[in-house]
């Protein structure tokens, strides 16, 4: 009796977690992912069957619940909003093709040994100890396994529509190259000393739609950037030759103008206050009005504020505004943050500054790994009110990936909930 008990506990568990999982209610519909969480079941329900289990299961499945890594940025209180998220969850399936594709572009024949592939999970971006071959065989229209003489080793190689689509991406990074060094001018006019390492923009390279070769690509530019090497370690860092007062001009500022409203509420900064200033309703709004307002420029030298004043809270806001903005899908993930914390005065507690401004920022995925998005830059159903070419090309490419993508779905919550 008691073992049919805990069977019948354990397998009630297991479909409460599956509940709770977000990846449990992914579905896809119209070609683009969606997610419904399902609020009838809590982490309280998995709670009350905790009696049927041994100790030690309770303990391992308490911590795994409570976890940074399994834990959601936003709580019960709040209202997740299953777009956002499900653009998370896009993403983590993307994951393979993504880092694949960088990769193999720089091989040459744009292929590799199978054999050597499979130890490359980390560069092409699948999990440990898995085959390699199956994550290749979810995206049979982009790569393919071939086999070559005189040995007839298999290879993971591009298939020729790939090889058309990275010829029709080259194209579109050479035109979009002007556009790109003005990205690059203002992020180094938002940096402190206006200079940054050319690695750390390397590696946000996809964030900005800057090509892989940019590196080479700065010495046509002398008039705006300079290429020194660091006296502390040596790196490569890009210097700002000359600051252009055109283009020190923050998305907050150019919205002000047409819509002023809708900047004054995009932010709140009260200010606290006990309960011996007893205030109405619009009285309180009013204030906070005052100590929101004006909004301190991210342009504006950050280092010369003192790190815990208003002032400098309102600094840091605008600079992550100002930043997301600058991006092509007006998001980013928590290492894209941490990349740039020393040229933007960034704080350890960037994320409770970011949870605190809700109606401009929205924190989606876990707390261990966050992203965060620009509330404003998208509509409702969660889709880019402006797109810039790249997103329209990174479109085509994911509507290439994503064929047949019922199946993979499944696999791939076969996949995560193993691990």
């Excluded at 993307?94 to 694949?100: A, C, D, E, Q």
């Excluded at 689509?165 to 190259?177: R, S, T």
């Excluded at 009013?286 to 420029?297: A, E, G, I, K």
Aim: with cysteine; charged share 30%.
């Amino acid at each position: 009796m008691a073992a049919a008990l805990l069977l019948s506990g354990t397998r009630r568990l297991h479909a409460v977690m599956a509940h709770w999982n977000p990846l449990a209610n992914l579905s896809l519909s119209n070609g683009s992912f969606s997610s419904v969480p399902d609020d009838r079941v809590s982490t309280a329900s998995a709670a009350s069957l905790f009696p049927f289990l041994s100790c030690r299961r309770r303990k391992r499945i308490r911590n795994k619940v409570q976890s940074p890594r399994a834990a959601r940025t936003q709580k019960d209180g709040s209202r997740p909003l299953p777009e956002f998220e499900a653009i998370v969850l896009r993403d983590s399936f993307l994951r393979f093709i993504t880092r694949t594709k960088c990769y193999l572009s720089h091989l040459p024949d744009h292929r590799i040994a199978l054999a050597e592939a499979g130890k490359l999970h980390r560069e092409l971006g699948f999990p440990r100890g898995r085959k390699v071959s199956l994550f290749a065989a979810q995206h049979p229209l982009l790569l393919h396994l071939t086999r070559l003489p005189p040995d007839s080793k298999p290879y993971l190689a591009f298939t020729p529509l790939m090889d058309s689509l990275l010829d029709e991406e080259l194209k579109l990074m050479d035109d979009m190259e002007a556009a790109r060094v003005t990205t690059v001018r203002k992020l180094l006019m938002l940096s402190v000393g206006r200079r940054i390492p050319l690695a750390k923009l390397h590696h946000c390279r996809l964030l900005f739609g800057l090509p892989d070769d940019f590196r080479d690509r700065v010495s046509k530019y002398p008039e705006y950037f300079r290429v020194v090497a660091d006296p502390t370690d040596g790196r490569h860092v890009l210097e700002l030759v000359e600051w252009d007062p055109a283009l020190a001009v923050s998305a907050l500022e150019k919205d002000f103008v047409p819509d002023a409203a809708r900047v004054r509420r995009s932010f709140k900064l009260p200010i606290r206050r006990g309960k011996a200033l007893p205030l109405e309703e619009d009285d309180e709004k009013r204030l906070d009005s005052l100590t929101t307002l004006p909004l301190v420029s991210p342009y504006s030298d950050g280092s010369a504020l003192q790190p815990w004043t208003l002032e400098a809270e309102k600094y840091r806001v605008g600079v992550i505004h100002e930043f997301l903005s600058l991006t092509l899908e007006k998001r980013a993930w928590i290492h894209h943050i941490v990349e740039f914390k020393e040229e933007f005065n960034l704080t350890k507690h960037t994320y409770q500054m970011l949870l605190k401004q809700s109606r401009a920022f929205y924190l989606a995925g876990t707390e261990m790994n966050w992203a965060v998005f620009l509330r404003d830059a998208y509509r409702k159903d969660g889709t880019l009110i402006e797109k810039d070419p790249q997103i329209l090309f990174n479109e085509k490419l994911q509507s290439y990936a994503l064929t047949d993508s019922e199946s993979r779905i499944r696999r791939l919550k076969e996949e995560l909930l193993t691990d």
